[in-house]
Structures are given as structure tokens and as C-alpha cells.
């Protein structure tokens, strides 16, 4: 079946320090990939996306690209402001046994001090 | 994209009762998912509920306790029946726009005592 590891938080970090959020996949097929964030009580936000190999997904100084060869989509940034923190999740869908389902990684918080 | 709302955004409740909560949608839409969060986890799908069929569950899930009405294209419920405090959790609904891709009401924030 399908399924997505993240890294464990909390992931704390300081103003303006690079941030890698690691999450790997398996899946059958070839399934899109995304990032969500949730700002503290508040929602998920779709933060990017990529549909297929070697695509960059991109938004708000965020980035990741879909590396089917190591079946991986890390999320990275290179100055992390304090207005970061949040919980991110990793998630997969697309795939030919989803049925427009998403399969999501365990979060990752990130607390990011002044 | 789409806009969505849901109501309530919050709300505490007495064990053994029942909560209807709403999710709309600015656009018409095929699907509509129901997720739970508990607390300091990620979410589980509860159902994916199409309109004009019948929602379909995730297993641990069942109609009796989660009954998910779907009466058109911008509109759900999901009720939480007979509730206790394991119920209390965030419970978000949302929805496929395009090929995969979905967004996220605000979630509501449902304390059972």
C-alpha cells in the first residue's frame, strides 16, 4: 500500500537558518506529491505540489522537488522567518488505487525562534 | 482553488449527544472528503462522500456513528453520533480540485466532556 515518512519535530530552528523537512514515499504507480502547512488553529493550506518526476513545486520561498529515483520530496527554505512556524505534512495522491484519496506523512512541527 | 467553509468552527459537548457539522464549498464539486485530527496527529480520512451516492468509509469508520449527508455539488454534513471524549478531535472536510489536488476547510474544533 501506499505510504509517506516524515522526519520527527519538533524541528526548531533561528531566524533565517536554512529548513529541510525530509519525507520519503511508497507508492504504487506514479502518484503526485504535496505539502501542506497548518498555522496554528487554523486549517491545512496546500503549500505546493508536483505531479510528476523531477518537477520543482514551489511557493512562498518554499521548495521541493519529486526525486523518483530515492523516492523522496523534501521540503526546503532557505531563510525561515518566525511567521514558518507550523506543522507541515507530506502527502501522496494520484495513484491508480487512490481513488482521489491522500495518503498523509505524521507532520512535522516547526518552531522557529526570533 | 476553492473556498471553504465550515461551521461550527468550534464546540463543546456533552457525552452521548450528536454534532452536525457543515462544509461549504464556493464551487460544485464531485468529491468531498471528511477527515479527523486528533490531538497532535495527522489526519485520517473518515469517508469520501460523492453526491448522489452513498458516502463510502475508511475502515474503523461506520454510517451509524459518522452519517455524511451530500444533498449537492457545494454542500456536506458529517455528524458525530452518540459522542465520547475519544471523539474529541479537529474535524476537517475538503475537496478535489483538478486532478489530485485538494483544499481544506478551517476545521471544527469538537471537545467532547
Known amino acids: 500500500g501506499n505510504s509517506v515518512t516524515q522526519m520527527e519535530g519538533p524541528v526548531t530552528l533561528s531566524e533565517e537558518a536554512f529548513l529541510t523537512i525530509n519525507c520519503t514515499y511508497t507508492?504504487?504507480?506514479?502518484?503526485?506529491l504535496f505539502w501542506y502547512v497548518q498555522y496554528p488553529g487554523e486549517g491545512l493550506q496546500l503549500l505546493l505540489k508536483?505531479?510528476?518526476?523531477?518537477d520543482k513545486g514551489s511557493n512562498k520561498g518554499f521548495e521541493a522537488t519529486y526525486r523518483k529515483e530515492t523516492t523522496s520530496f523534501h521540503l526546503e527554505k532557505g531563510s525561515v522567518q518566525v511567521s514558518d512556524s507550523a506543522v507541515y505534512f507530506c502527502a501522496l495522491g494520484g495513484t491508480t488505487d487512490s481513488w482521489g484519496k491522500l495518503q498523509f506523512g505524521a507532520g512535522t512541527q516547526v518552531v522557529v525562534t526570533p | 482553488s476553492a473556498v471553504i467553509s465550515q461551521k461550527p468552527s468550534r464546540d463543546i459537548c456533552q457525552r452521548g449527544t450528536s454534532l452536525t457539522i457543515q462544509c461549504q464549498v464556493d464551487s460544485q464539486v464531485t468529491m468531498m472528503f471528511w477527515y479527523r485530527q486528533q490531538p497532535g496527529q495527522s489526519l485520517t480520512l473518515i469517508a469520501t462522500?460523492?453526491?448522489?451516492?452513498?458516502?463510502?468509509?475508511e475502515s474503523g469508520f461506520v454510517i451509524d456513528k459518522f452519517p455524511i449527508s451530500r444533498p449537492n455539488l457545494t454542500f456536506s454534513t458529517l455528524t458525530v453520533s452518540n459522542m465520547s471524549p475519544e471523539d474529541s478531535s479537529i474535524y476537517l472536510c475538503?475537496?478535489?480540485?483538478?486532478?489530485?489536488?485538494?483544499?481544506f476547510g478551517p476545521g471544527t474544533r469538537l471537545t467532547v466532556l
Open positions: 507508492a504504487t504507480g506514479y502518484p503526485s
Open positions: 462522500a460523492n453526491q448522489g451516492s452513498e458516502a463510502t468509509y
Open positions: 508536483a505531479t510528476k518526476a523531477d
Open positions: 475538503s475537496v478535489e480540485v483538478g486532478t489530485d489536488t485538494q483544499y
